[in-house]
């Protein structure tokens, strides 16, 4: 059973653009979430999206948004990039019924984006 | 507000010794689930364990063990005769019961065995 895919892995940027990063979750999850992880701040939780809706969302400007596709594949976006979003961002896929709420998370390898 | 505390940055110890990484927690909620999870340094994260708020058994799992107490708020994870492919990032991370996979994490603890 394939994991959780991200892409891409590794991409370079620089200040004012934007970028789309890309998840694929395990086959048959309907639940996917976004983090953002950076040496600072540490792992934090950008938003989750269930059957193509918002489920959730964390303390991250408007610049940071997502969505959902209905074969469950999910994309951020990041527009008007600064330094700080320098990060390694890990999408998660959770199985049903519900998705997620106590359960078990599973992780990509991530995308590193640096911003120059 | 939620919070989960790890206070060791870094640990390191030489293979076959035993390790205990600490985790405290802050919730004021009454269900709440509880998570270990494991970043080796290709990235991703992997799942060690979960436990819900009313759960408090200890559970062991190979040369894995946990010990969860709410009297202190803490679930604290031990490896037994610790080996190199430990190594690794080890998270703690909290979850309301009604947050889906909004996981709060602590800041994580570099585990490095030396051979």
């Known amino acids: 059973k394939a994991g959780v895919t991200q892409t891409p892995r590794y991409l370079i940027k620089t200040r004012g653009q934007q970028v789309t990063l890309s998840c694929s979750p395990i086959?048959?999850?309907?639940?996917v979430s976004w983090y953002q992880q950076t040496p600072g701040q540490g792992l934090q939780f950008l938003f989750e999206?269930?059957?193509?809706?918002?489920?959730n969302k964390g303390n991250f400007p408007g610049r940071f948004s997502g969505r959902q596709f209905s074969n469950s594949r999910s994309e951020m976006n990041v527009s008007t990039l600064e330094l700080g979003d320098s990060a390694l961002y890990l999408c998660?896929?959770?199985?049903?019924?519900?998705?997620?709420?106590?359960?078990?998370?599973?992780f990509g390898e991530g995308s590193r984006l640096t911003v120059l | 507000a939620q919070k989960v505390t790890q206070a060791q940055t870094e640990i390191s110890v030489v293979e076959k010794e035993d390790v205990t990484l600490d985790c405290v927690y802050e919730t004021r909620d009454t269900t709440y689930y509880l998570f270990w999870y494991k970043q080796p340094p290709s990235g991703e994260l992997v799942f060690l364990i979960r436990?819900?708020?009313?759960?408090?058994q200890n559970e062991i799992s190979g040369r894995y063990s946990w010990n969860f107490q709410k009297s202190t708020s803490s679930f604290n994870f031990t490896i037994t005769a610790s080996q190199v492919v430990d190594s690794a990032v080890y998270f703690c991370?909290?979850?309301?019961?009604?947050?889906?996979?909004?996981?709060?994490f602590g800041e994580g603890t570099q585990l490095t065995v030396n051979p």
């Open positions: 086959s048959g999850h309907r639940s």
């Open positions: 436990r819900n708020s009313f759960d408090e």
């Open positions: 999206y269930f059957s193509e809706t918002q489920r």
């Open positions: 998660a896929s959770s199985p049903p019924p519900t998705g997620g709420a106590g359960g078990e998370l599973f």
């Open positions: 991370a909290l979850s309301r019961e009604t947050s889906g996979s909004r996981l709060t």
